[in-house]
DNA sequence: TATCAATTCGGACAACCGTCCAATTATATT
DNA sequence: AATATAATTGGACGGTTGTCCGAATTGATA
């Protein structure tokens, strides 16, 4: 119905600008005047539809997952072979890192908020998880790497999802990742 | 002289207390107040000794920073072969999380508390980078990983403090923890 | 002891925050 | 057309924030 998809777009404005404000500033430094103000919503309606901040953040941090979740699934049916896989994830990153880095400081900026709210936590949680069972999934490791109590696909893939993000951190932090970015083609053969 | 020392203990104890605040509640959720009660000292002392709370919480990140760049070095002295050095240094992280869980969230937390900082910022990648710097130093990659443009030792120490950085936060937003921790061991045959 | 700078103190200030609510308006149902 | 529900508005509220400043205290120097 008409008046649904009004309210949706309503919610899902706010929602946007709310990625926008945090991405762009840290959501340390993003009030919900700010968010409302960029969405052109009168602040009271954020209550309205979120009940609280955290319930509007909690709503971002699912929006975030669900969004990046398809589009790194879609990149990797993509591909034909483990391998080839791989290098799609690879880069995947290492396009996200140069065209679209805020996407990168919002990521981090939740992540970091999610350590301090158990609820927020859980979501964290399930979005790195999530991310991990795509490696899983669509990257099995085998060849060269020795198999022990320690290695199995599923700690491979965390793993391999940890070296991307904290390299990505570093590449963030530095004035010219560009070096930083590249050196994530080092996973081709650290991970093979 | 006494009053020098005096003050110092003074400037200390806000800096220790900031670092106990910010690593139990994150630095979103402090305010200079909580950093002086806890210090035990009146609000006003925290802009005489750091001008603002920016000024305050760079301190924190110098603090910090020469804290465990010190404590790792020593660690890695003991070691006497670059493969013992790297399981020293795989085996301080895992103990850290254990032990130390509260040094990685507030670890994290000034991390992309500086993404939002130009200065902040420039105080964060120096630490990466000396982490990283004492890596290469004691830590040097030959053998197994094939050599390319990618893959210089500074590459590869970098790539590798990702790898730390990146798994332990996964074990930080873990309820139970202790798998991802162990599964840090996998960096032994992963960098080899 | 008198002087002076460094430190400590208490409080003020304006600005901002998240939350809540009564009212108005829009939309759908009967 | 009348009614009920949902959405939107504007503003108020108590509380917290970072910053600043004048006064009091301390300790060293001469």
Redesign the pocket.
């Known amino acids: ?4 998809t ?2 949706i777009n ?1 919610a899902q404005k706010i929602i946007n600008a709310a990625f926008k404000c945090i991405s762009e500033r840290g959501y340390a430094n993003v ?4 968010i409302a103000d960029e969405a052109g ?8 539809y979120y ?4 319930g509007l953040f909690a709503e971002v941090i699912k929006t975030l997952a669900r969004h990046y979740l398809n589009e790194i699934e879609d990149n990797l049916k993509k591909g034909k072979t483990e391998k080839e896989r791989m290098f799609i994830l690879i880069e995947y990153f290492q396009e996200m890192l140069r065209i679209k880095p805020e996407l990168f400081k919002i990521l981090f900026d939740l992540t970091s908020m999610s350590l301090w709210s158990e609820s927020l936590k859980k979501l964290q949680h399930d979005l790195f998880n999530d991310i991990a069972g795509l490696i899983r999934k669509y990257i099995i490791f085998e060849s060269n790497i020795e198999k022990s109590k320690y290695n199995s696909s599923i700690t491979l893939s965390k793993v391999m999802l940890g070296t991307l993000f904290g390299t990505s951190i570093q590449a963030m932090l530095d004035e010219e990742k560009e070096d930083m970015i590249e050196s994530l083609s080092v996973l081709k053969v650290l991970f093979r």
């Not at 919503?41 to 309205?48: G, K, M, T």
């Not at 009940?51 to 955290?54: G, I, L, M, P, T």
């Open positions: 119905m008409y008046y649904e009004k309210n309503q009030s919900q005047r700010d919503v009168v602040l009271s309606q954020l209550n309205y009940k609280n901040k955290e």
